[in-house]
């Protein structure tokens, strides 16, 4: 461990409701809003009212599994701790699933009873189970007061089930009890320190990274969580709340990137801009720092105070943390799985590396096994869900088997090379990592995404090319006859196809590889 780099210290969380214990003052924890108006709650607020939530489905309920489908809002979060705090279990599930899915995830995770927002009610009321409206939580929190809750919490009981994205295969149920939960809740704050003020949350609740991570890290440090309603309001609601820290994937640090871009050509101010970048460049190899002042109009446009973000879920290509870096974001690259609960890596305020995914978060072992990442710790999962099967594949004698290949360097800095089920395997027997390759072209200006496997032996890029480049098969014959002229024949790629569409990708924004050509 690099001395001058020691693990931020924080109060160690065993439970869920230790968290909401730790601060239960008058400061907002959450604000979100409401007919156009700003509604706060205090710290105290949300224990009370999770409290009495609780109350009313310790009651109501006896171990039951009980879905959470809706937009982010704070009837989500106060009514996930009511089920998980009287001895429940919440299973998240992804609102924008069809009708068909989620039943299917309800019945393998055992659900009867579903808590969904009004605003899906004329779909979902063909569902065949219990329904029951997230709007209605003062009604719930009125039925809290008649009773009391006698649950005492069990750390290593299943808590909650949170279903994989399904971007190689059908959604598994990962089972993650409180204390997997609350230990990395305290892992990843030991890694990371944001300017205490206040957060936009943005990612999906029924997503780890966008409730463990973006939610209760965020509580943990005593921050501001402003609910993010709809997309259609980011930039709004960034200009509003005025941000310190986000957490996001890595489609939204793309959308900022572009929309700077579209703005300053749309006002005949890029060629400043980029003369301004390479200024700002020079100063900073000097010591210099004028970014505030030369990005000013930018940075505004993210409220004026945002100076991290958090970025995990998929690779981000490094280009895009050094262009926010040179105007004054920190982009702290980051790795996590569901199945850990979900941060084992991220990059810190002053200590942080190139091409890496972060440095390993605190009390985590990690090792590699035939270049592939394996953790332990008491923030890797209890299992998938009635799937045994699936479990004893990946869980081996208390170490998890991430699936994904990679390397730790001397200062324990953990970096990504694929993901072992997307390896090619060619005819020689040779290995090939596809996410190497599409790395490299994804370097090209107009590459906007690109995904390559295997086809008749030969290597195969699709290429979605970016605004300006559609249809010009040239262009992208010139870029791959470039991008071969210095590799071995056997890695070299065959075709490139365009495409004139986005790929598919689930709701998560990750590419769903098993919907490409190949095989």
Excluded at 284 to 289: F, W
Excluded at 353 to 365: A, P, Q, T
Excluded at 367 to 379: A, F, W, Y
């Amino acid at each position: 461990m690099n001395k001058e780099y020691p693990f931020y210290e924080h109060i160690k969380i065993n439970n869920l409701l230790e968290l909401i214990e730790l601060k239960k003052d008058d400061d907002i924890a959450f604000s979100y809003k409401e007919s156009d108006k700003i509604i706060k709650k205090s710290y105290k607020d949300f224990y009370n009212e999770a409290i009495l939530l609780s109350n009313y489905f310790y009651n109501k309920y006896n171990n039951k599994h009980i879905a959470l489908i809706g937009n982010n809002t704070y009837n989500w979060i106060l009514t996930y701790f009511g089920i998980v705090l009287s001895g429940n279990v919440a299973v998240p599930i992804d609102k924008d699933y069809d009708l068909d899915l989620i039943t299917k995830l309800c019945k393998n995770s055992d659900v009867k009873d579903i808590y969904y927002s009004y605003d899906y009610n004329s779909s979902y009321e063909e569902l065949k189970f219990n329904l029951n409206k997230l709007e209605d939580v003062n009604k719930y929190l009125d039925e809290g007061k008649k009773y009391s809750n006698k649950y005492k919490i069990d750390n290593d009981k299943l808590c909650t089930i949170f279903f994989t994205s399904g971007t190689t295969g059908a959604n598994k149920g990962v089972m993650l009890s409180q204390k997997n939960i609350a230990c990395n809740i305290y892992q990843a704050s030991s890694i990371f320190k944001p300017d205490i003020g206040s957060t936009v949350s943005i990612l999906p609740y029924h997503h780890a990274f966008g409730l463990i991570t973006a939610v209760f890290k965020p509580f943990y440090y005593g921050m501001e969580i402003y609910i993010n309603y709809s997309l259609k309001y980011i930039m709004e609601d960034l200009k509003e709340i005025k941000p310190t820290t986000l957490f996001v994937v890595p489609t939204f640090i793309e959308m900022f990137y572009k929309q700077i871009w579209k703005t300053a050509r749309r006002s005949k101010k890029d060629k400043t801009l980029s003369k301004l970048i390479k200024i700002s460049n020079l100063l900073l190899k000097v010591k210099i720092d004028i970014r505030k002042k030369l990005f000013k109009s930018i940075t505004d446009s993210f409220g004026g105070n945002l100076s991290y973000i958090i970025c995990g879920g998929a690779y981000l290509d490094q280009k895009y943390i050094d262009w926010f870096y040179s105007i004054g974001i920190n982009i702290l690259n980051g790795y996590g799985i569901t199945e850990a609960a979900p941060v084992l890596g991220v990059n810190r305020n002053n200590f942080r590396k190139r091409g890496s995914v972060g440095h390993i978060v605190k009390d985590l072992e990690v090792k590699i096994v035939s270049n592939e990442i394996c953790v332990k710790g008491d923030n890797i999962m209890l299992g998938y869900y009635k799937d045994n099967k699936a479990s004893k594949e990946v869980l081996k004698d208390n170490w998890f088997y991430t699936g994904d290949l990679g390397y730790i360097d001397e200062d324990n800095f953990l970096y990504i090379t694929g993901r072992k089920k997307n390896i090619i395997i060619l005819s020689n027997g040779e290995n090939v990592s596809p996410e190497v390759i599409e790395e490299e072209l994804s370097h090209d200006e107009a590459v906007c995404e690109v995904v390559v496997y295997s086809m008749n032996n030969q290597l195969i890029a699709e290429v979605y090319p970016e605004d300006g480049y559609l249809g010009d098969q040239e262009y992208f014959d010139n870029l791959i006859y470039n991008y071969n002229l210095d590799k071995p024949k056997n890695r070299q790629i065959a075709l490139v196809k365009l495409r004139n569409e986005e790929f598919i990708k689930n709701n998560n924004r990750k590419i769903l590889r098993d919907k490409i050509g190949g095989e």
